[in-house]
């Protein structure tokens, strides 16, 4: 769906637009869910010396702040999960990306769990499919993608360990 300049301002007036839509990153003409994956990469490549337990805080408060802001973004535009809405994108990546917290980051590992990541959110295996069809708002909108991120995160964690 594409924005009009009214509509944009309208998102971008509130705070919530800024963090739902990837602090801007949702409006790429081009693939906005991969944009916002590929955005969420620098902000946890800052966080990625945390303890365990502070990601998994952040991540929570973070999958919380991105229902509020969706929600606000499904108000404004009168549409269920528009495609400008990215924040689910940054909280599956976290998501996905926290095996990589137990060992070294290495850039081949954080492709890969980038690339998982947006495989399995594109696919939707089962449970992310009847969340992405049956559970409406901002709450199913971070919903697919967090389960999308378990996914990844998941098959990363045994690719390390094979």
Same mark, same amino acid.
Request: charged letters at 10%.
């Given at each position: 769906?594409?924005?009009?300049?009214?509509?944009?301002?309208?998102?971008?007036?509130?705070?919530?637009?800024?963090?739902?839509?990837?602090?801007?990153?949702?409006?790429?003409?081009?693939?906005?869910?991969?944009?916002?994956?590929?955005?969420?990469?620098?902000?946890?490549?800052?966080?990625?010396?945390?303890?365990?337990?502070?990601?998994?805080?952040?991540?929570?408060?973070?999958?919380?702040?991105?229902?509020?802001?969706?929600?606000?973004?499904?108000?404004?535009?009168?549409?269920?999960?528009?495609?400008?809405? $990215?924040?689910?994108?940054?909280?599956?990546?976290?998501?996905?990306?926290?095996?990589?917290?137990?060992?070294?980051?290495?850039?081949?590992?954080? $492709?890969?769990?980038?690339?998982?990541?947006?495989?399995?959110?594109?696919?939707?295996?089962?449970?992310?499919?009847?969340?992405?069809?049956? $559970?409406?708002?901002?709450?199913?909108?971070?919903?697919?993608?967090?389960?999308?991120?378990?996914?990844?995160?998941?098959?990363?964690?045994?690719?390390?360990?094979?």
């Amino acid at each position: 769906m594409k924005l009009d300049s009214a509509q944009r301002r309208a998102i971008l007036a509130h705070p919530a637009g800024w963090i739902a839509s990837g602090f801007g990153s949702g409006f790429s003409p081009f693939a906005s869910g991969t944009a916002g994956s590929a955005a969420a990469l620098l902000p946890w490549w800052f966080m990625r010396e945390l303890p365990m337990a502070w990601m998994i805080g952040i991540i929570v408060v973070a999958f919380a702040l991105g229902v509020w802001a969706s929600n606000f973004v499904i108000g404004r535009l009168q549409i269920n999960d528009p495609g400008v809405i $990215v924040w689910d994108e940054f909280v599956g990546q976290w998501i996905a990306l926290l095996p990589l917290l137990v060992w070294p980051a290495h850039w081949q590992w954080i $492709v890969a769990g980038f690339l998982l990541f947006r495989l399995f959110d594109i696919c939707k295996p089962w449970p992310c499919s009847w969340a992405d069809r049956s $559970v409406k708002g901002g709450f199913g909108v971070m919903l697919d993608d967090a389960l999308a991120g378990v996914y990844a995160g998941l098959v990363l964690a045994a690719m390390q360990f094979s």
